[in-house]
């Protein structure tokens, strides 16, 4: 599995941005997917999480009431909706799945196989 984050980019604060994850592979749709962040000179953190159906989903408390991640899986894709954006939401997003036939959501890193390339959202105030 491929996975190819897009749609970051620079916005004020308040404003809002939709990250794409793509995925390659069929299988894709039978695996629970994630997004993370990770700020300048900070550790990588969960953000959002969702299982193979969209049926569970889980959040980081920073971001929860603002940022709402779903899936298509007809054509392969996980979103992560973010509003009302925050200065301190700035960082590297990564998208990233985890191997398995309807896995279970997880917010911890080592629990996801596969990683997207990152991209950037600035969020200015």
């Known amino acids: 599995v491929q996975l190819q984050a897009s749609g970051g980019g620079s916005v004020q604060a308040g404003g809002s941005l939709t990250l794409s994850c793509a995925a390659s592979g069929r299988a894709f749709s039978s695996y629970a997917a994630g997004w993370f962040r990770q700020a300048p000179g900070k550790e990588r953190d969960f953000v959002a999480a969702i299982n193979w159906s969209g049926g569970s989903t889980d959040y980081a408390d920073s971001v929860k009431g603002r940022f709402t991640i779903s899936r298509d899986n007809a054509k392969n894709t996980v979103y992560l909706q973010m509003n009302s954006l925050k200065p301190e939401d700035t960082a590297v997003y990564y998208c990233?799945?985890?191997?398995?036939?309807?896995?279970?959501?997880?917010?911890?890193?080592?629990?996801?196989?596969?990683w997207g390339q990152g991209t950037q959202v600035t969020v200015s105030s």
């Open positions: 990233a799945a985890e191997r398995g036939a309807y896995s279970t959501i997880s917010y911890l890193q080592r629990s996801y196989d596969y």
